[in-house]
């Protein structure tokens, strides 16, 4: 296969294997790895470069962090359920909006403004409870916990692949911020097409209705813990960045959620009176060690990818077949974010490529037109990715079947796409 086949059609080979795995019941960690295993034969890695990959993904830094920030963060979780704080977050939030498909919304929305992996998980628990009165199903609530979640990466400051864009392109972060911003507008729009055919435009009875400012401070009150666990995050990671040396810097944000997140923990536990024997029940849940199993299964799969240049395969593949700047603006970074599940890694490996490639078609003034394109397009890769870990987390939360979720994403995701294209358009 891989002297004959070129390396787009073996990329979405394994992707495949990977979903009818997934779909013939394995667990997602074991089809992960098989995927990842797969991956490096068809892309000429011998068994034990495989093998090597793989260890070299488990024994990085990153690797270990973020499997210690999702379990966490399903601690978290998990305590706030327990604890029956949760259900009491749910009453003050209904208290706040008086629309169903709003309350649904605004949640996910809320938590999407706070990048953190695996963030999904935290607003999942909300949508199910009001989703279970709507009478939806797994897949229903799946794709509105995922799709809300995701409203705004395009531009949202905080964002990494945000930052690292505009210090790629010498853009101000500002003007980048102002161009990208109607693309969350058109997010938001279609997600909530198909959101319409789902629910019923009812409103909450007259007992959540809004009750006004001591509404709000109960529902903050009891939200306390997730801004613990994110805000302080977000600055102690900022700090612990500027201050750390070497290896250590490189997961200085990671370093400062999992601070965070202990301290939330603790929070739920202390203020719950949660007693011992329940905090041991939730740390040592079955579900945790699937979870680390997984996360750990996602990245060697990253790895062996890695090991495997098939990104740079793909890429040498597109510019030889002398496909068009726009269509190499959009395809590009899909292809690396289908492939990857992550902002970062399209932004990284396929904007030097495109911004080189404008400079070269003489087209250095409409950089930031072709930016737009292709930063929609590589999130649109994001979304659909089946390594994308907020989308794993949100199909087994709900035990959601993920054929029947990406039944309702692909329109939403091409509206992104034509959205961009006409946006692109205008622009140029």
Known sequence: MPDVLPAVVRIFFVFGLVLAAIRFGWSLGSAFLGGAFVLGLVFALPPGAIAVAALRALADLKTLSLTVVVSLILVLSQSLEASGQMARLLDRFKGLVARQRLNI????????????PGGAIFSAPMVRNIGAEARLGGA??????YWFRHLWEYWWPLYPGVLLTTNLAAIDLWTFVGALFPMTLVAAAAGYLPLRRMMPAGRLGPGGRPVGGARVGLFFRELTPV?????PGILLGSLLEAVLPGPAAAVSKELGLIAALCAAIGWVWRTNRMPGVQRRRIVLRREMLAMVYMVAAILVFKGVLLDSHAVDAVSDELMRWQIPLVAIAVTLPLIVGLVAGITIAFVGSAFPIIISLVAAYDAGGQTLAYLILAMT??????????LHLCLVLSNQYFKADPVSVYRHLWMPCLALI????GYFALLT
Do not use: D, E, T
């Open 105 to 116: 919304v605004l949640f996910p929305a809320l938590i999407g403004l706070l990048p953190m």
């Open 418 to 421: 034509l959205a961009a294209l």
């Open 227 to 231: 801004l613990i666990a994110i805000i």
């Open 377 to 386: 397009g590589g999130f649109v890769g994001v979304l659909l990715s089946p």
């Open 140 to 145: 229903q609530m799946s794709f509105i916990n």
